[in-house]
């Protein structure tokens, strides 16, 4: 049972356009909300996050949005660029549980 | 530098065969915990630690084992490895014993059991 989806397997954007990563969440009890970011042959490196008690945060081109009555999430990078392009995956905690989804894969086209 | 190290970052192995990866901090971070991804369902938590000697199973433990008898050093233990633990298999550690702080990744090790 994946409590946390990202149901995007893969997302193109052009370079300086906006991409925007969804993620949706069934767990009600989830608190905080992180985004990750992998290039191949490496691990995930943390992008930013967000606590349920805010609807927005943001650190320099990347913003994310909470939605906590639809129990959604987005990320969004603007202006988008090539070296953005990996994997994002979305991660949702409560107390000793973290899930994660199952990544969604951006290329930023030049 | 800051890292999570694992070693070996590549190994292929036969079914049944014992086999250890081990996992370093150097950051004194108290949580540790090991992942496994797998195409279309993300990262899955195997294990965690909270502290020394304190370890607790995550959503798939099954056929693994671990230990913390340092604060550094985490390990993961296949004790009987089958071809369905092929997998990618990741150590983290955050400088809280919980969630609500961003985990450090170590790059990965990518187990193949024939």
């Known amino acids: 049972d994946q409590q946390v989806k990202q149901n995007s397997p893969s997302l193109s954007v052009q370079e300086g356009r906006i991409s925007i990563l969804n993620c949706d969440y069934t767990n009600s009890m989830f608190d905080y909300f992180l985004w990750y970011k992998k290039y191949p042959a490496e691990g995930p490196t943390f992008l930013i996050s967000i606590s349920s008690i805010k609807d927005k945060n943001e650190d320099g081109r990347f913003t994310v949005f909470l939605n906590k009555s639809a129990k959604h999430l987005s990320l969004h990078i603007v202006p988008s660029q090539p070296g953005d392009s990996a994997v994002y995956f979305c991660a949702a905690s409560a107390d000793n549980d973290m899930r994660f989804g199952a990544g969604t894969r951006l290329t930023v086209k030049p | 530098e800051a890292q999570v190290t694992q070693n070996p970052r590549y190994l292929i192995t036969v079914t049944g065969k014992k086999l250890t990866v081990t996992c370093s901090q150097n950051m004194n971070h108290e949580y540790m915990s090991w992942y496994r991804q797998d195409p279309g369902l993300g990262l899955r938590q195997i294990y965690y630690s909270m502290n020394v000697e304190v370890t607790d199973k995550g959503d798939v433990p099954e056929g693994y084992k671990v230990s913390r008898k340092e604060k550094r050093n985490f390990p993961l233990i296949l004790e009987s490895p089958s071809p369905n633990q092929t997998s990618l298999y990741f150590c983290?550690?955050?400088?809280?014993?919980?969630?609500?702080?961003?985990?450090?990744f170590g790059d990965g090790t990518r187990l193949s059991i024939l």
């Open positions: 983290a550690s955050s400088n809280a014993p919980g969630f609500n702080q961003p985990q450090h």
